[in-house]
């Protein structure tokens, strides 16, 4: 009997401290979902968040409702939340995981535009929150077509992805994929292949989320028309992005790369461009970034704010940015065009009263670009084809036969021929064409010349 007991009062304490810690762990998820808020609700993307959190004792519901920043987009996500350490009611559903968590979660996420029309149909993700507040997401999307109010059709065979989250979202890793997407239109139509992307974001000093994003793309086919039998097309598309932030300043790169470009007969490629930024001043953007919030606030409110573009542009400057582009060229058979320039702001020559003119007075620039003669041809078709195409798009023209199409092209590309060097600044030299710009003390001169040019800052006069 005495065992007996003791065996009820230990099964008792322990249910008794299970029931504590499920509450208690309620509660946890409840303040982990308001910091998440009240960090989302400081981004430029999100113009409203609205948590309603209905804690339970072993279970919680919340509806979370979010307006998309100048979209008329509305997110709604609706999470079912089983508390830990052990998820009692998954057990009570047949669901035997006894490792220890804050809570598993499973959301359904829908998005609607400004009619209410779903953009694309309600999807899953299961998240699961550890103890020591990371959390694992998993978000699953099936096949979907959808449709908006001027007929366009979003079409997708669905996407998968994953998203690691830190405590307080100060790292947030993540990956998806989507195999195939398309947007068709009355007057246009876009695909893409083979569709990914990852990222790593952590909170910087400046208070930024800085890190690393990388979206590729096997394919991406352009029409003018949804029939167009002669598409722009795109293949081994990629873009890299990477930030990082020290105590005296930001450093930024950008890296695009395509492995060719058709147009009709045209074809261009590989091209590569890679850009680098250095110098950004990490209190500034501090700055700049809480006038963004309350520059957000206040229109939400119908309130005047004193948000000054330009005075976040001057104090940017006095730190000297420096913008370089390290490598430019585009391949077409065995020519290349290449190039490479630089831009930076003489931050010891600006005022603290200085305007925009001022501010251009301070750029130092330069940049070279060198073409084969052999590249002006194809060069021109690609332009011309991009130009007509973007015109049938517009509805400017209406639709044409390949025949009609490749007349104007020809006829185009004739007439453009002998002065689009010229045009576009380039100088000839030997077999090739070349372009020297420098851009100092608000004087541009290009290939040796000076130019006379509404870009060019006023001269301080001499003497």
Known sequence: MRRIVITFVVLTAVIGVLLVLHLWLGIEAENTYKRAGQRLSNTALISSIDIN?????????????????????NVTIVDNISHGPISTDRLLQGQFDLAPVLARVHSEITAKNRDGVDIIPTFSARTVISIDRNAKTRVFAGAFKSYSRSKDTLESTGFAGTIRFRPGLKRI????????????????????????TSFDFHDGISGFSIGDLTVTSRKLIYRATPQDPSPLT??????????????????????????????????????????????????????????????????GQNTKTTFSGLDIIRDLSRKSPRISITHFSVGSGNEEVHGKGTLMMEGDKIKPDAGLMQLLGAINASAKLSLPHSIISTLVTTQVRFELATLQALGKIPPLSIEQANKIIDASVEARMPDWPESHWLERR??????????????????????????????????
């Open 53 to 73: 959190f209905d804690r339970g004792w072993l279970h919680s519901t919340v509806n979370t409702q979010i307006k998309i920043r100048g979209t008329g987009i």
């Open 173 to 196: 890793i993540g990956s998806f994929a989507m195999p195939s997407l398309r947007l068709t239109g009355m007057a246009t139509g876009v695909e893409m292949e083979g569709l990914e």
């Open 234 to 299: 795109a293949s081994g598309l990629a873009i890299h992005t990477s930030a990082r932030d020290h105590s005296d300043g930001v450093n930024a790169t950008l890296k695009l790369s395509i492995e060719g470009f058709v147009a009709g007969p045209a074809k261009l490629g590989p091209g590569l461009i890679k850009i680098q930024l250095n110098g950004l001043d990490p209190t500034t953007l501090a700055k700049l970034r809480h006038q963004l919030t309350d520059r957000k606030r206040a229109i």
């Open 430 to 463: 030997g077999n090739g064409y070349f372009m020297d710009l420098v851009y100092k003390e608000g004087r541009l001169v290009i290939n040796g010349e000076l130019i006379d040019s509404s870009i060019a800052a006023p001269v301080p006069p001499q003497g």
